[in-house]
């Protein structure tokens, strides 16, 4: 009996010292950045000259009056033109114009490089730290891109670059990065970035960006955004192929998919097959889910003509200088925007081929996709 009661006090302690250990506070998240984010694939070459006519390049190398080398860049002038060449470690000479005797060439970068292209059009190096998290009741992807450097080493531009956050839906790790969207923003000493109708500040980075500690803010007015995230889907503005204002809504309890698009070099190939597809599926497919194209680029004649020469059923609009308000648009076409019956944005950022599995009948492929 005796060892029984002391067994029960024992346990009683534990407990006890259980209930008062430490504990965050209501808004005080500590995230391990365990996971990643990668962007696509479409940042991964860049166009260079390299040298094709080696006596014609000797003859400039001959006439030049001014030479300035620094490592493997060299800035010389020669008959009262400026010429600016790297070397790479392979040797081979390079330009980011054309010169005479020089050929365009088109550098390209391994896959498994996570590369970023900035809004001058430089590729650098990058490493992006990223967790899926639950604030409350907001879920999303957050992570600390980190510059490493250039992409390709012969190149010569500045790399002192902040760290940078970004905001994505709960489990996309794969996205398209531009740095001009409004869930990308640089980290200073006050980082501040709102998640739907929430807004938090960024407290602290671990120096091997592993940890972020984030805090909720009661309000953030007059506070700047280093970025931003819609969870949940806003009527977006238009403009019909006549040039009449028009908007596209979410109706209660069906998907939604918005369909960004240009004509391209495959002339719309992709919209007739989503067009098509569409209008295979049962009628009862066809009342869970709306479609609509929105293209980005062309002109509002040549979309009717194509509209008109495909007989495309599905809606077809035209963006306006509003449409990508909070919907973070790129200019990778095609892709979609899929909102899930509730409402809730399940990517900004779809894959045509997950679409096309969508209206296939097997949605169950498309986890990360509008079928969520």
């Excluded at 794969?174 to 001009?180: A, G, L, S, W």
Aim: charged share 20%.
């Amino acid at each position: 009996m005796r060892t029984l009661l002391w067994f029960s006090l024992v346990f009683a302690a534990l407990l006890t010292y259980g209930s008062c250990g430490p504990s965050n506070p209501p808004g005080h998240y500590e995230v391990a950045l365990a996971d990643s984010i990668f962007n696509t694939g479409v940042s991964y070459g860049q166009i260079s000259w390299g040298l094709a006519d080696t006596t014609a390049w000797d003859s400039i190398l001959a006439a030049k009056d001014t030479l300035v080398e620094d490592g493997n860049y060299t800035k010389l002038r020669s008959q009262g033109i400026w010429y600016e060449v790297w070397k790479g470690q392979d040797g081979r000479l390079r330009a980011n114009q054309p010169y005479p005797g020089w050929e365009r060439r088109y550098d390209t970068i391994p896959h498994h490089r996570n590369i970023l292209r900035l809004l001058d059009n430089e590729r650098v190096e990058v490493d992006i730290h990223a967790a899926d998290v639950t604030f409350g009741s907001d879920s999303f992807r957050i992570g600390i891109i980190q510059v490493l450097g250039r992409a390709f080493e012969w190149q010569q531009f500045p790399v002192a670059h902040p760290d940078y956050l970004i905001l994505t839906t709960y489990g996309n790790a794969v996205v398209p990065i531009v740095m001009d969207q409004d869930n990308v923003g640089p980290i200073t000493r006050k980082t501040v970035f709102r998640v739907g109708r929430n807004s938090y500040v960024l407290k602290s980075v671990a120096e091997d960006r592993s940890k972020i500690v984030v805090e909720a803010l009661p309000s953030a007015r007059d506070l700047p955004l280093a970025a931003e995230l819609d969870l949940y889907f806003r009527k977006v503005p238009v403009t019909d192929l006549e040039g009449n204002a028009s908007s596209i809504g979410h109706q209660p309890d069906k998907e939604l998919v918005i369909y960004f698009w240009g004509l391209g070099s495959k002339r719309g190939e992709d919209v007739r097959k989503v067009d098509s597809l569409y209008r295979q599926l049962p009628a009862a497919e066809r009342d869970k889910l709306d479609v609509v194209f929105v293209n980005h680029v062309d002109t509002p004649e040549s979309i009717r003509t194509f509209v008109a020469a495909n007989d495309i059923a599905l809606p077809v609009y035209k963006s306006t200088a509003k449409t990508c308000l909070r919907l973070n648009c790129h200019p990778y076409l095609p892709y979609y925007v899929g909102v899930k019956r509730t409402g809730r944005i399940s990517t900004y950022y779809g894959f045509p081929q997950w679409l096309e599995v969508r209206l296939g009948g097997t949605g169950g492929a498309v986890s990360a996709g509008a079928s969520q």
